[in-house]
C-alpha cells in the first residue's frame, strides 16, 4: 500500500511516497513531519512529478496533475504567455519570475532560448524553446 505525504497547500504537492503493509496508518503518521498529513492509497503507478493531492473536497484526493497553456506569442525580441496560471515559475538564462498576468519576457540579443515553467501543484512543470529575431 502506498501511503502520500502531503502538506496543506491548496493544492498541495506530494512532498514524498511511502510504500508499508495494508493498515500501517500509525506508520505513515510517523513519516509525516510538523504540518504534513498522509492518505492511504492502492494505485501504484503515480509519482510525486506527475500527481499532486487535491484538497478542495471533503476528502483528499490524489490526481493527474494538468498540462500548462504554454501558449505563446513572439514579436521581435519578445516572448508574451497568454494563460500561465498564476504563481507559475518562469525560469530563462537562471533568471526566475513569477507569472501575474503580465508575463512578456523581453531578450537582448536574437537566439534560440529555452524557458521553463514550473506551475502551482496541480499543473505539470514544462520546458520548451523559442526563437526570437529582431
Request: net charge negative; charged share 25%.
Amino acid at each position: 500500500m502506498n501511503y502520500v505525504i502531503y502538506g496543506s497547500d491548496l493544492p498541495s504537492p506530494i512532498h514524498r511516497i511511502v510504500t508499508l503493509p495494508k493498515g500501517s496508518d500509525k506508520e505513515a503518521e510517523g513519516n509525516c513531519l510538523d504540518g504534513e498529513r498522509f492518505i492511504a492509497v492502492d494505485v501504484s503507478s503515480f509519482d510525486d512529478t506527475t500527481h499532486y493531492v487535491d484538497l478542495s473536497g471533503d476528502e483528499p484526493v490524489v490526481k493527474e496533475r494538468e498540462s500548462l497553456d504554454t501558449t505563446h506569442t513572439i514579436a521581435g525580441l519578445e516572448v508574451t504567455f497568454q494563460a500561465l496560471p498564476s504563481g507559475t515559475e518562469i525560469e530563462v538564462n537562471r533568471q526566475t519570475m513569477i507569472a501575474d498576468g503580465d508575463d512578456v519576457i523581453e531578450f537582448d540579443l536574437p537566439g534560440t532560448y529555452s524557458i521553463s515553467l514550473a506551475g502551482p501543484p496541480a499543473y505539470r512543470d514544462e520546458e520548451l524553446e523559442v526563437t526570437v529575431d529582431a
